[in-house]
């Protein structure tokens, strides 16, 4: 007999690996509850911001649709297939769909052909199983920002909403679900939050170009967000955005965003904050964040129990559980309904390669 707080644990996880098959621990996750997966790279591919060569040489799109199709069918249902497809930053497609233009190039295309080529590219992944991209990166930079270098679209809020706006209607046209990240903008930062605990500085009146971006894509109507790993002084001086009730909480009710909340790495130092994992991943959910970015081998039955455990020492709510469960279910059922009604028309593109990622 199934216990759905039981599955809801495991549906809230969204386990990272950077090899196109699926192992024990990501396999025995979908059968007892998981409904998504982030094809990553490796920790050497993320800070270069590409694909490896042997990757690029080896990877084709059948290597895509079949562990697309075994996802679904250890799940027994729809599984949400997620990659990393920035634009100018890191590209797990590489050269398996049409490329999109460097960030200067965007600059000089109206939004019509942004959005064009955008809904091709997507249209290309959906064919090959893919339906979630976390992407695109719309934090204004307008400081010192190693994380976000040769990542972001500029320091002009309103080119970046307008590129964001226009690549986020044409990927989710394609059937594709776009992550808006990473609230409420990382204008600057000095370190790397894999790496080490970030901050960033200032006032709210600093955070105000990337706050507008966010109200722009949410008007655009992009379906998933993903708060980022930094802590933000003015809004909550203690926990990183990822995992601050102060910071969803700006997104949900002020902002009024009413979609999916994807955490940020929940793995990476500047979230941890020297906390376990567990801990973090509890306080994530009671944050308000819905689904949880962390690596396959970080112990996914161990997340689960901790999160079970949680609910029942009264430190998360059951109904805060479930409802994040059913929240990443149902995107991933409409977005497979969707599909199978013809809603979105998608073709194969004659490249030849293809990839995966470790943290966002």
Known sequence: MSDPLQEAAYAVLLPAF?????????????QRGGVSIL?????????ARRMSFERRRAETQAHFMRIAEDAAACAGGP?????????????CLHHLVPGMPSAEQLKDLSCEEIEARSYEMASSARVMGINLFLAPVVDV??????????RNLGADAAQVARIA????????RAGVIATAKHFPGHYQTEHDPAVA??????????????????????A????????????????????????????????????GFDGLIISDDLDAVSILRGNSLADTAVAALRAGAHLLLVSSQAGLDDLAQAIIDAVAAGRLEAQSLLAAAEKVRGHAQVNRAQVEAGLYV???????HMTRRVMR
Not at 141 to 150: F, K
């Open 346 to 352: 998608s073709y194969p593109f004659a490249g030849g």
């Open 165 to 172: 706006c226009a690549f986020i209607r044409g990927v989710q």
């Open 79 to 91: 599984v949400l297939i997620a990659v990393d497809q920035e634009l100018g930053g890191i590209q």
């Open 39 to 47: 094809l990553g790279e490796t920790r050497d591919e993320y800070l």
């Open 18 to 30: 950077a090899e196109l098959e699926l192992d024990d621990a990501v396999r025995r996750y979908l």
């Open 197 to 218: 605990r970030a901050t960033v500085p200032g006032s709210l009146d600093a955070l105000t170009d990337g706050l507008e971006v966010f109200r722009k894509v949410i």
């Open 141 to 150: 930079v307008t400081g010192v920002n190693p994380w976000l270098h040769n």
């Open 220 to 255: 655009a109507g992009v379906q998933a967000i993903m708060p980022g790993p930094a802590v933000f002084s003015a809004l909550d001086p203690l926990q990183s955005a990822s995992t601050s009730e102060a910071v969803i909480g700006l997104l949900r009710d002020r902002l």
